[in-house]
Structures are given as C-alpha cells and as structure tokens.
C-alpha cells in the first residue's frame, strides 16, 4: 500500500487560515469516512485532532476542522498559532482492512 | 485514565528479532470495543501503521512488514505483544503502542514510544 500524499510543508501567519490535503485512492481515502489527524510537536506522541474525517475529540480546540471530498481529505486550521506550529498526519482505512498513514506535513507559523 | 507503556531492548542486533510488550493499565483489552495496534517511525521520518490486533485475536498487518510481524495478546497480563524477525538498520524506529476504537479511525491513545536501534 502507497502513503497518503500530503504537502511537505505549509505556513501562515498568526490569525490566519491553512489547509492541509490528504490525497489517497478509491481504496482508502475515497473508500470509507475513516480519515484521521494527528497533530505531533518535536519528540512528542502524535496527538490526534480529527477522526472519521471531520470529528474532534474533546479538549481539541473547535479551531480545528477536517473535511473529505472524493479521494482527498483536508485539515484546516484557523485562527493560526504559534502553539499549532508541529507535524501533521492523515491516516486512513483501507479497503484491504489496514491503515495507512501520509508522509506528514510541516506547519510553520509565521 | 487509560494509559499505554511500551518496554523492551532499546537495541537488537540485524538478522534478531524485535520483541515489544504494550502494557495496558486503566482499561481491558478484552473489551469489544477497541482494537490495539503499533505504529512505528524512524528518527526524523513519518509514522507508519505496522498492525493491529482485536481481542478475539484477529490480527492484522501492513502487507509491507506482513511476513516479519506477530501481534499477539496476553489477557491475563492486559498485554499485547509485537515481534519483527530478522531486523535490519531499517527497523530502527520509535516504537509506539495505541487504542483505537471499534468501528471507527479514533486512535486516541498512545504510549510514550519507545527507540528500538539496530545495530551489532
């Protein structure tokens, strides 16, 4: 199974908005509403942001929203801070019953 | 609070295997309602999904490590286990263990990871 494509990296500036895509195939991304997103600062455990493509767990600011449309997945995070500057992952579902997981995308905040 | 803790030799010799332990405390393994499962990530890469393993002891596994990998459980511990035979450099990774619920991508606990380095 490939990676899911993810930007290496993004930036902005404090306040504003960014977007981070999640491209997969018909076989994963596109095959079922089981997109993740974690959230992983320098020597950290990954901490995940979004699940079943735009869900929050509790205590994850509502500035975090994931959405999905065809066979790619998106973050968006807005009203950017210094504190969001981290990695960022997508994993999904395939359909041959594993998990993928994408190459991860660097956020610098400006 | 559940909480997950990774333990097992910090260094393995190439051609060895790799054995890790997960243990559980704050919550059973033998629940329904979550799988259990490793992911790994090599210094200054990204995070890949090795497998996971349900508690009626359906397992499953990334098709690129399929043919090195055992997960397996000890209920009675609240453990579960991972083994990688015949490791190479490449296996050198952060080594974490983690929860995820039935039914759904909610991986929402992890264990503080664990460096495993190959070399002789």
């Known amino acids: 199974q490939s990676a899911l494509t993810q930007p290496a990296s993004v930036s902005g500036s404090p306040g504003q908005s960014i977007t981070i895509s999640c491209t997969g195939t018909s076989s994963d991304v596109g095959a079922y509403n089981y997109v993740s997103w974690y959230q992983q600062h320098p020597g950290k455990v990954p901490k995940l942001m979004i699940y079943?493509?735009?869900n929050r767990p509790s205590g994850v600011s509502n500035r975090f929203s994931g959405s999905k449309s065809g066979n790619t997945a998106s973050l968006t995070i807005s009203g950017l801070q210094a504190e969001d500057e981290a990695d960022y992952y997508c994993s999904s579902y395939t359909t041959s019953g594993t998990w993928v997981f994408g190459g991860g995308t660097k956020l610098t905040v400006l | 609070q559940l909480q997950l803790q990774e333990s097992g030799p910090g260094l393995v010799k190439p051609s060895e295997t790799l054995s890790l332990t997960c243990t559980v405390s704050?919550?059973?393994?033998?629940?329904?309602?979550?799988?259990w499962g490793w992911i790994r990530q090599p210094p200054g890469k990204g995070l890949e999904w090795i497998g996971n393993i349900y508690y009626t002891g359906t397992s499953s596994y990334n098709p690129s490590l399929k043919s090195r990998v055992t997960i397996s459980a000890d209920t009675s511990k609240n453990q579960f286990s991972l083994k990688v035979s015949s490791v190479t450099a490449a296996d050198t990774a952060i080594y974490y263990c983690?929860?995820?619920?039935?039914?759904?991508?909610?991986?929402?606990?992890w264990g503080q990871g664990t460096l495993v380095t190959v070399s002789s």
């Open positions: 079943d493509v735009g």
């Open positions: 704050g919550g059973s393994i033998s629940s329904s309602d979550y799988y």
């Open positions: 983690a929860r995820r619920n039935y039914g759904s991508g909610r991986r929402d606990y």
